[in-house]
């Protein structure tokens, strides 16, 4: 039987979950045993070459030419002043039937460009990097016999803590990170002996090679473990997924529009996947921060500030833009070089948990978000 890249993903989770599926006891069948993921992409998303704010007037100048450089796939039109990068035609499609909710210029409280401390912000639900638990992990202990689900090797820190949470890891090899090519690359460029070597390698294609084999499949399989899991009777309520590689300081093109791909690749496969709780699931797509507004001069772009947020599933108002944006011109970016965070980001997480998971807003905000009782839940986020 020939299997073409779908089925793969399909048939591929499905055996791997029955090969080590954790046991839940939750059962889920009612309209209100609704269903939360929680997507973190590590590295730092470039959100202004996801969702291009081509009705900006300062856009042009700043990414123009490099957003539609030769090669580029046609950005796709979501409304007048924004277009999704080209690779991502599931979200498009998604927009298009009003299951995609783009959210704009958001961020943690953090606001330094540390990924590491960025990262513990976003998932230590604080205004700060300490803590030793999470805020993923409190919501599912604020649930009545709640049950979550890390698909990571690894226990990550916003699943940590006293509530109930299994993690689940799939038995494939990590493939070479293209990144870390570019980046050795750079690091032996002066090295006569050794800069020809590093020179010869392809990083484009050692990431697609090592994807094709293993690697480039990760996100995807994640996501389509995570839909077998999560829509089955018994299935968790709160899942997690992660995905590396998004930090693009060089070469961005070439990252993005394979990054992308799998991004959009992992988004189908678990639509495909969850079909049983697609119209009970709400999608988030996090990002530890943004990205500067201008490229510099490898072709990629530095640690910045206000990013992109994507909200999908069957339960989500979307097909809009959400989030207030604050413009490009050089007066209002940040610090005058990259988008201003008009969202907080726990605001975004905290409005899906109250109208969607049934968090009541104190619990929110004196457990799941610590200090955040002056911060209000995004409202309208999910279909009534």
Same mark, same amino acid.
């Given at each position: ?41 590590? #590295? ?10 081509? *009705? ?7 990414? *123009? ?14 409304n007048a002043d924004f277009a999704l990068h080209g690779s991502m035609t599931c979200s498009a499609g998604l927009f298009a039937s009003g299951q995609l909710l783009p959210v704009v210029a958001v961020a ?15 998932? +230590?639900?604080? /205004?700060?990097?300490?803590? /030793?638990?999470?805020?993923? +992990?409190?919501?599912?202990? =604020? ?14 820190? =916003? ?14 090899? +990590? ?21 020809? /070597? ?20 990760r996100l995807p399989q994640a996501m389509a473990a995570a839909a077998t899991f999560m829509s089955a009777a018994n299935g968790p309520r709160i899942g997690f997924v992660e995905d590396t590689g998004w930090? /693009? ?40 921060? #943004?990205?500067?507004?201008?490229? +510099?001069?490898?072709? *990629? ?6 990013g992109v947020a994507f909200l999908a599933g069957g339960a989500v108002n979307g097909g809009r833009i959400a989030g207030d944006w604050p413009g490009l011109g050089n007066a209002q970016l940040n610090e ?37 009782? =002056? ?10």
């Amino acid at each position: 039987m020939k299997l073409d890249r779908r089925s793969f993903l399909g048939l591929g989770a499905g055996a791997l979950a029955m090969a080590a599926i954790p046991k839940f006891a939750l059962a889920a069948s009612s309209a209100s045993d609704t269903r939360f993921l929680l997507v973190l992409l590590r #590295g730092g998303l470039d959100g202004l070459h996801a969702l291009q704010p081509l *009705g900006d007037p300062a856009f042009a100048a700043l990414r *123009g030419e490099f957003a539609s450089a030769r090669g580029q796939a046609a950005a796709l039109r979501l409304n007048a002043d924004f277009a999704l990068h080209g690779s991502m035609t599931c979200s498009a499609g998604l927009f298009a039937s009003g299951q995609l909710l783009p959210v704009v210029a958001v961020a943690p409280p953090y606001r330094h460009r540390s990924h590491f401390e960025a990262q513990d912000c976003v998932e +230590n639900g604080t /205004t700060g990097t300490s803590g /030793t638990t999470g805020w993923l +992990n409190r919501c599912v202990a =604020a649930i009545p016999g709640g049950k979550g689900l890390a698909l990571s090797a690894v226990m990550p820190l =916003a699943m940590r803590g006293t509530g109930d949470v299994s993690t689940w890891s799939p038995p494939l090899a +990590n493939g070479v990170d293209p990144i870390l090519w570019q980046q050795l690359q750079l690091l032996y460029a002066a090295d006569a002996a050794l800069a020809p /070597t590093f020179d010869s390698i392809d990083a484009g294609m050692e990431g697609t090679s090592a994807g094709n084999d293993k690697g480039d499949l990760r996100l995807p399989q994640a996501m389509a473990a995570a839909a077998t899991f999560m829509s089955a009777a018994n299935g968790p309520r709160i899942g997690f997924v992660e995905d590396t590689g998004w930090d /693009t300081h060089g070469g961005e093109l070439a990252v993005l529009d394979r990054k992308l791909a799998e991004l959009d690749a992992g988004l189908q496969a678990f639509h495909e996947g969850a079909q049983p709780v697609w119209g009970r699931t709400v999608v988030a797509i996090v990002t530890e921060f #943004g990205r500067t507004a201008a490229i +510099n001069g490898t072709g *990629g772009t530095d640690h910045g500030t206000g990013g992109v947020a994507f909200l999908a599933g069957g339960a989500v108002n979307g097909g809009r833009i959400a989030g207030d944006w604050p413009g490009l011109g050089n007066a209002q970016l940040n610090e005058g070089r990259d988008l201003l965070a008009t969202t907080d980001m726990r605001a975004l997480f905290k409005g899906v948990l109250r109208d969607h998971l049934g968090i009541a807003r104190d619990a929110l905000a004196q457990h799941v978000f610590p200090e955040s009782a =002056a911060l209000s839940p995004l409202a309208g986020l999910v279909r009534g």
